[in-house]
């Protein structure tokens, strides 16, 4: 079986695999917020526009050009909304996806330190075996010449 500096090796890789994974749903984080408020905006705007529209009918010398123009805005902000829909859904995914690489690369550090620790572990049992083989065996020797005496 491999020793513990093999394992420390490949603790480092998967460490460097790790923080990579935590730079890329970083980035993703940001990316999903970013579309995320500009589709907020997209709302507020629409939101807006409605508002400003019913007032103009609610005026009782509501010109067709105004009402017309209210409308065509509304619907493009509609348009534009539906498509941020997709982008704010396909961000979503991404993040996710790079959420789920980042907990499985925490894993595998996870795995790589347990298994480190464990090897050395065994190792400090054999070291402490060895001493303890030692000692018996110094307390052998004095003893039989203790006995010759």
Do not use: C
């Amino acid at each position: 079986m491999a020793d513990a500096k093999t394992f420390e090796k490949l603790l480092d890789l998967r460490d460097r695999e790790k923080q990579t994974a935590q730079k890329d749903y970083k980035l993703s984080v940001e990316h999903f917020e970013d579309v995320a408020s500009e589709m907020y905006l997209l709302l507020k705007k629409k939101e807006d526009a409605e508002v400003a529209y019913q007032r103009e009918i609610g005026e009782t010398p509501a010109s067709v050009g105004n009402l017309t123009f209210h409308s065509e805005y509304i619907a493009k902000l509609k348009t534009k909304i539906s498509s941020m829909q997709t982008a704010v859904g396909n961000a979503r995914r991404d993040m996710e996806a790079k959420q789920d690489k980042l907990t499985a690369a925490y894993v595998e550090t996870k795995k790589f330190e347990r298994m480190i620790e464990r090897k050395k572990e065994k190792q400090q049992a054999i070291i402490k075996a060895e001493e303890s083989k030692q000692m018996d065996e110094i307390s052998t020797v004095q003893f039989n010449k203790n006995r010759d005496w």
